[in-house]
C-alpha cells in the first residue's frame, strides 16, 4: 500500500461512518493554544474538546502536519522525525471508548490487513473500562492487553489543554527486533502505531488534572510515517515511498549512496528529514529568526547544513531538496506549490548566510576540539556564538560527534555576564564607539521621538579618528552631544541635518549616524569655536524630518498593503527613507503588473485618507511578536525591549524611525513603478506629500506640450499620437512603393547597356540614388542578367559610394572587384564574396574609380 492510499484509505474509512473531513490546519497554531508549533491532529479541535466552541458536526476525521521538537537531536537513526503527518479521528462529545476501540481494530485489520496476532494492547493502569472493551469489542484475548502508568498512557498536550487516558495499539515486528513480552517491556519490537486518546478532563500540561470537561470525547493519533512502514514492511521509516525520492535526490546531490555505510545513510535522512520540515515551515509562513519558530527552522536548516559540511560535502543542498520535497507531497499539502518559489528563495539565502559563519566557526571549532580532552570549554561555545552567530546546539551536535561535551553551565554563565554588562552599558556605563572615531562616550540620549530643537553639551570631538578639543571655522568634524533630537540613519530612513546653535558659534549639520551608542552630528562650522562642553541649541531642519516621516510611514503603509494584495511571502529586504522619497525592496516571485501597482496604490492612498493614528510604543519582543504579530523582519539586531510602530489597527512593525502622527499627514503617495533588482526581489520606489504631486505635475506639463506640438487636446493625446503614427506609416508606405518603382525603372534602363565580356555580363554605371537604393538595384540588375557582374557608384557631398554584386556561378568575389577602385575614392571594401560596397571622401574620383572597376571586372570575367 503506497502512503497515497493509506491517507486515502483512512480517511474514507471514517468518512464512511459519518466523520466530517477537515484539512490539515497551518503548522502555525493559534496564540491562545500557547504551543509554538502544532504538534497533533488534535491542536486544531481544542475549542470543541474543552466546549468553549461548538462544532458543526460531533465527528471529525483528518491528516494533519504536525512538528515535534522534542527529537531533533535524534533524527538520522531510523526512526525519529521533525515533522509528520498525524492520521485522526475524532468524537466531540459523541462516541467514545467503545466505538474508537471497536473502529481502530476495524481499520487495522480489515482495511490495512495486519495480522491480528500480531497486535498488541496497552491501557492506563486505572482504566479498567477500556481494557473490559478490548475485550468485548474485539478478539484480541487479555494477555495481549497490557496496563501502563501515566506516563504512557495518559495525554496532554504539554501545554495546559485537554487530556486523558489512552489506549495504543502496538504491532510485533517479530524475533527479529528482540525479546517478545509486549510494549510494556520492548519499545523496539513492539511498535506503537496508533494512539486513542479519551479525553475527559483539562489539564495543566503535566499530566495533572485541572478539571473535568463537559463531554467525554475521542482524540486520536496514527503517524503515517510508521503505518507506512509497517504496511511496506520497510526496515525504516525512510525506506517508505514517503521518503525515497527526497533520500534520492540528497544521494545524487552529496554523492552519497543509500545503504552504502551507516554514516552516509544518517547523513541522508537527516538531510531527508530537515528538508521537509524547511519546505513545510516556511510554507506556512515561518521565516528563520532568532526566535521562536523562525528559531526552530533555523535550527533543521543549520543542522541540516552543518551535518553536510562535517561530512565534507561542499555543494548547495537545501534548496533543490525542499524542491523535491514540493514534488514528493505538493499534491496532498498545495501550500507547498502555492508557496514554492518563496521555499526555495528562502532555504537558498539561509544556505548562504550560515554556510560563511559555519566554515568560520567550524575552524575555530576544530582548533578548539583539537586541543580539549573531554570538555569543550563554555568559553569557546560563547564566543562562537556572540561574535559568529554560532548557535550553540550546533556546537554541541559538532562536540558530541566528536566524543566531547560541552560546559554549557560555563556558557550560560558567560551568556549571562554578557547580559548585564549590556545593561550596564545601556545605563551608565561608557561605550567605546565601534568602528568609528576613537572617542570614549557615554550613550547619547534621543530626543528626537518628541522634539525637533532641545539643548545639548558637546561630549567629544573627533578630527578623522582622532579626539579633538574644538573646532575652528571652517572645520568639518564629528561631533558627540549628551543629548540630541537629531535621528542618525537608520532603520533605512536618513540621518537628520539642521543647525547648531550657541551665543557666539554656529554650525551646519550635515548628517547624524550612530556609533555604537553614541550619536554622531557630520559638522560644519560656520561662526564662532566650538568646544567640548559648549552648551548648544540643536535645531533639527523640519522639512527634511517631515519629509522622511512622512515617506517612513507611507514605507509601512506600503509594506502592509503588498503583503495584503500580492501574500503573505513578502518580505522587506531593504529600504530607503528619505524626504519625500522612498525605495522599498521585497520578495517576490514575478513582476506586478501595472493594474495591481494601481490598485495598491488606491489602497494606499485610501489608508493616507483615512487619518488613522500612528503610535509607537516600547513593548518586550515576545509581545511584539506575538500579540501584535509584529513584522520583523532584521530580528538579530533587536534585543529584548523592542519599539513597535503601529499605524490604525492594521499594520504593526519592529522600528526605531520617526514617523508622522497620523497618516493623514503622508498627504498623498504616488508609486513610480516596480522593477527587479535580482532574482525574485522587486523593487518598489514611491513619492510623498508635495513631491509626489510636482512629479505628477512634471508628468502632466510634459503631456500638454505633447499635446500642443500634435494640436490636440492632452486628454486625447493618444488618439492624437495614433493618428500621427497612421500616417506615418502611409509615408512610409508610399515612399517605398516610389522607390521599388524607381528601382524597376533603373534597372530597365541598365540592363540593356551590359556588357558581354566571354558568357557573363558586366554592367558598370554611375547613378545619383543614395548607397541603400543602390545596393537595392545593384541586386535587382544582377538578378536580371543571368551571368555577371555588376558595378555601381554614386556621391554625395564628401562621399563617394560603390556598390559590387555578383552572381554566385562566376565565382568571383565582388570584394576583389572593388579593391583597387576602392584605393582611388579613399575607402577600403567590405561585404560579402556576392555583394561587396566601398566608402570614401573622394568624390571627384568616382568617374575614374568606376573606371579601374570596370577594367578589375574585364579581367576578372574573362
Ligand atoms: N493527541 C494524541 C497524540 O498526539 C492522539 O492524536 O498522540
Known sequence: MLADDIRRTFLAFFEARDHKLYPSSSLIPPPETNLMLTTAGMVQFRPYFLGTEKPSHPRATSVQK?????????????SHLTLFEMLGNFSFGDYFKKEAIAWAWELLTTEFGLDPERLWATVYEEDDEAEQLWLEVTPIPAERIQRLGKNENFWDMGVAGPGGPNSEIWYDRGPAYGEEGGPAVNDTRYLEVYNLVFIQYETDGAKNIVKPLPAPSVDTGMGLERITTVLQEASSIYDTDLFSPILDRAAGLTGRTRGASDDDDRLLRTLTDHARSTAFLIADGVTPSNEGRGYVLRRVMRRAITKARLAGVNTKLLQELTEAVVERFGHVYPELQRNSEGIALVAAREEERFTQTLDIGLRILEESIEKATDVLPGNVAFKLQDTYGFPLDITKDVATERGLTVDVDGYERLMEEQRTRSREVGEAGKVRAGAGPR??????????????????????????????????????????????????????????????LAADAKAEVLDTQKVGAAIMHRVRVTDGEIAVGMEMELHVDPALRTGAEQAHTATHILHHTLRNTLGEHVRQMGSLVEPGRLRFDFSHFSSVDPGSLSEIEETINTRVESDDKVTPFDTSYREAIDKYHAMAFFEEKYGDVVRVVEIGDYSYELCGGTHVPQTGHVGFVKLLGESSIGSNIRRVEALTGVEGLRWVNVRLREAERAAELVRTAPDELVAGIQRLLKTQKELERQIAAGQRSGISAAVNELVPTAQQIDSAQLVVARRTEEVGVLRELAVAVRDKIGR??????????????????VTKDLGVDARELLRPAAERIGGGAGGKPDLALAGGRNPEALDDALEVARQQAQGSLQ
Open 66 to 78: 504536525s512538528f515535534r521538537t522534542t527529537d531533533v537531536d535524534e533524527v538520522g537513526d531510523q
Open 439 to 500: 572617542i570614549d562616550v557615554a550613550p547619547t540620549e534621543f530626543l528626537g521621538y518628541e522634539k525637533r530643537t532641545d539643548t545639548g553639551k558637546v561630549v567629544a570631538i573627533a578630527k578623522g579618528v582622532e579626539p579633538a578639543a574644538s573646532l575652528a571655522p571652517g572645520e568639518e568634524a564629528d561631533v558627540v552631544f549628551d543629548r540630541t533630537p537629531f535621528y542618525p540613519e537608520g532603520g533605512g530612513q536618513i540621518g537628520d541635518r539642521g543647525l547648531l
Open 788 to 805: 555577371g557582374a555588376v558595378i555601381l557608384g554614386t556621391s554625395g557631398e564628401g562621399s563617394v559610394n560603390l556598390v559590387a554584386a
